[in-house]
């Protein structure tokens, strides 16, 4: 890229991660809960999504290790609604290690429920209302619905289909080939550390998302459940 542009790699960056962050300010206004239909119980699929990324050498710790890659990496809380093709809900980045129902509740049953953040999943959830997501949110079945042995085969059949609609969306945001991995490393200024490297992963898992969203609005519809 160096040699068509003909700027330095770094200025090269620069430029990116400015555009980048021109796209992700659209974020709030298309990743937000939308009107839902009264009648509408299970709102959205609820899933973490992990992506690779290098070690942190000036915060090494477990924390960041991720079971699904066998290695470093971060985690993305990520709502999608279940009729329409819209994504809800985008939290992040959270050490990969971090249970995705502490994530959902901002804090362990440990800690107390009082001091778990009010900007959480959790506290947005209206009463009456659930998502549906897999086992590891098993802890709070007022909130969040998972596959049981006694559903009937017709509820089965919905969870795993909105469960697998949710998958296909983090297929495609990773075909992007920008949230991890050797091919792109994403780099904070120098002397800003751990910190330096989250902020700018966010920046750009934001510009990846916002766009996703308007491939969606876009004539490339995720499949119904």
Not at 121 to 135: A, E, N, V, W
């Amino acid at each position: 890229m160096e040699s068509l542009w003909k700027k330095h790699p770094e200025t090269i960056r620069d430029i990116l991660y400015t555009v980048c962050g021109q796209i992700a300010a659209r974020k709030k206004d298309k990743i937000a809960f939308s009107d839902f239909d009264a009648l509408q119980v299970y709102l959205a699929t609820i899933d973490c999504m992990h992506c690779k990324c290098q070690e942190f050498r000036t915060d090494p710790s477990g924390k960041w290790y991720s079971h699904k890659h066998n290695g470093p990496g971060v985690s993305y809380e990520v709502c999608h609604d279940t009729v329409k093709d819209h994504i809800v809900w985008a939290n992040g980045p959270f050490p990969a290690a971090t249970h995705d129902i502490t994530i959902f509740r901002g804090g362990t049953v440990k800690s107390g429920k009082n001091t778990w953040l009010r900007s959480s999943l959790y506290h947005s959830i209206p009463d009456g209302k659930r998502l549906t997501g897999d086992s590891g949110y098993i802890g709070e079945p007022e909130k969040v619905s998972v596959t049981l042995g006694g559903h009937a085969p017709e509820t089965k059949e919905f969870f795993a289909r909105c469960k697998s609609r949710q998958e296909s969306l983090f297929v495609r945001m990773k075909q992007l080939n920008l949230l991890g991995g050797e091919s792109f490393c994403h780099k904070g200024k120098q002397g800003e550390g751990s910190n330096g490297r989250l902020t700018v992963h966010r920046l750009v898992f934001d510009a990846v998302i916002v766009v996703m969203q308007y491939s969606l609005e876009s004539g490339h519809p995720l499949f119904d459940v």
